[in-house]
């Protein structure tokens, strides 16, 4: 029960630190509740996804789909963001945790598709006239 009482305590604070960041009135930013996650709509476009048990905030994929490769901490740490760019604020834990996420990101990538195709532009073979 109080795992429930801290979440919407640090759900309140999020959202009227997002009001305040953003400019936003009061019915700009709206949460629509879920099962699993909380969505945060601003200007009637899904913005955040909230995880109800880890407090994690997610990034979208789609209005109805989060991104887990695109988070911005936890209810505890939204002091630490600048959220009218979605980045860490200088200086911090979350500024390290991200760059740390990020280059595991790029370590793990690798390029998907057909290999371009190779185009020649000098000629494969030597005309015999001029040999």
Known sequence: MEN????VEQMDTFL???RKV???NQDAVDVLAGRKFD????????????????SIIYGPKSPLQYNPRRS????????QFDWSINMPLEGTVMETELA???DAIQAGYKKRG???KVVH????????ESV
Request: hydrophobic share 35%; charged share 30%; glycine share 2%.
């Open 72 to 79: 911005y901490g936890t209810l505890a740490t939204v002091e």
């Open 22 to 24: 953003l400019m936003k």
């Open 121 to 128: 532009t000098q000629p494969t073979s030597i005309p015999k």
């Open 16 to 18: 009227t630190l997002l």
């Open 4 to 7: 429930a009482i801290k979440y």
């Open 114 to 116: 057909r290999p371009r």
């Open 100 to 102: 740390v996420r990020e």
């Open 39 to 54: 969505r945060i709509l601003i200007d009637d476009y899904t913005d955040y996804f909230v995880d109800k048990q880890t």
